[in-house]
């Protein structure tokens, strides 16, 4: 049997491609690793999700998962490991088989990137976290560390004052990159200290997290900060090693404006391909449109 379309990933752009290729009748895969949902589900609350005024990341991506389940979309979950290209039918080898399809759409969104400072794979799961979301209720009443300053990083900053003592925003400029008016909640909350044009140089403690050392970049200053956890929102990197598609720098896929690769075929969709705003309303747009572009594409090489 060889589908007409596999999408690989669950999030926000897998789902969205998912239900569009459903309703355009095509014959389609979705195959996803973990779980439904993606990174989206590790935050809180989201504000800029059209009809949304306030959702959480699992809320609404229950919502979309049960949505593309509606139309019956084929969910496995596997881990991908190649596309062997072999021209109008391609491969898709993953930890549990290989499929055939005739197109595919890579919407495997991005990971948490790592600083690379001493302690911060040590202390992982014992003090260290990527997802404020998921374990900041474990640092209720102390002080915290926190490095970024993205949206992710604010955003998560503002949440994690709800149950924390005190955060200490570290980063490495005097200006955030985050949306405006995530800014401007940050600088009016008396629990987030900012901790300007500083590098976190390493993270300690015996047992669990106990304190960061931290280095101006302008002065030159070492400072010690007693924290019992460090969120690290130092960006995040595509999960496209197994693509072998034309990529930027950074490892994003270069997309035509249908969103195809360099790969006949092979489109990309969302976080994991170049583009200048990475949200989930984009991301939605994306899979629809890859979708669309697929249907397409089967309809030029029939
Ligand atoms: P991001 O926008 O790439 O921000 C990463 C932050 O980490 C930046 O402040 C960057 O500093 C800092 N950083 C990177 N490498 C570093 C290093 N080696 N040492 C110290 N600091 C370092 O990543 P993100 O916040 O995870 O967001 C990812 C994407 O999702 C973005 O497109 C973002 O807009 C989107 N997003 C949107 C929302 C929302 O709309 N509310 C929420 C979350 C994420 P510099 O600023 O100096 O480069």
């Not at 003090?127 to 998921?134: D, F, K, L, N, P």
């Not at 998560?156 to 924390?164: D, Q």
């Not at 690290?232 to 950074?250: L, Q, R, S």
Request: hydrophobic content about 40%.
């Amino acid at each position: 049997m060889v589908y007409d379309v596999i999408i690989i990933g669950g999030g926000p752009a897998g789902l969205s491609a998912g239900i569009y290729a459903k309703r355009a009748m095509m014959n389609a895969l979705l195959i996803e690793k973990v779980g439904l949902g993606g990174q989206i589900t590790k935050t809180h609350m989201l504000e800029n999700y059209p009809g949304f005024p306030e959702v959480s990341g699992m809320e609404l991506m229950e919502k979309m998962e049960e949505h593309a389940k509606k139309f019956d979309l084929e969910i496995k979950f596997a881990d991908v490991r190649q596309i062997k290209d072999g021209g109008d039918v391609k491969t898709v080898v993953t930890s549990d088989g290989e499929f055939e399809t005739r197109s595919v759409i890579v919407a495997t969104g991005t990971r948490p990137k790592k600083l690379g400072v001493p302690g911060e794979d040590e202390f992982t799961g014992r003090g260290v976290s990527t997802c404020a979301t998921c374990d900041g209720f474990f640092f209720t009443g102390k002080d915290v560390a926190l490095v970024g300053g993205g949206d992710s990083a604010i955003v998560e900053a503002i949440f994690l004052t709800k149950m924390v003592n005190k955060v200490y925003v570290i980063h490495r400029r005097d200006e955030l990159r985050a949306e405006k008016i995530n800014q401007e909640r940050a600088f009016k909350n008396p629990k987030i200290e900012f901790v300007w044009n500083s590098n976190l140089q390493s993270i300690e403690g015996t047992n669990t997290v106990e304190k960061v050392i931290v280095k101006n970049k302008l002065t030159d200053e070492i400072t010690e900060i007693q924290v019992g956890g460090v969120f690290m929102y130092v960006g995040v990197e595509p999960g496209t090693d197994f693509v072998e598609a034309d990529k930027d720098g950074n490892g994003f896929l270069i997309t035509g404006p249908d969103l195809s690769t360099s790969v006949p075929g092979i489109f990309a969709a969302g976080d994991c391909r170049t583009t200048l705003l990475r949200q989930v309303a984009t991301a939605v747009a994306d899979g629809a449109l890859a979708a669309v572009s697929a249907e397409r594409y089967l309809a030029g090489i029939e």
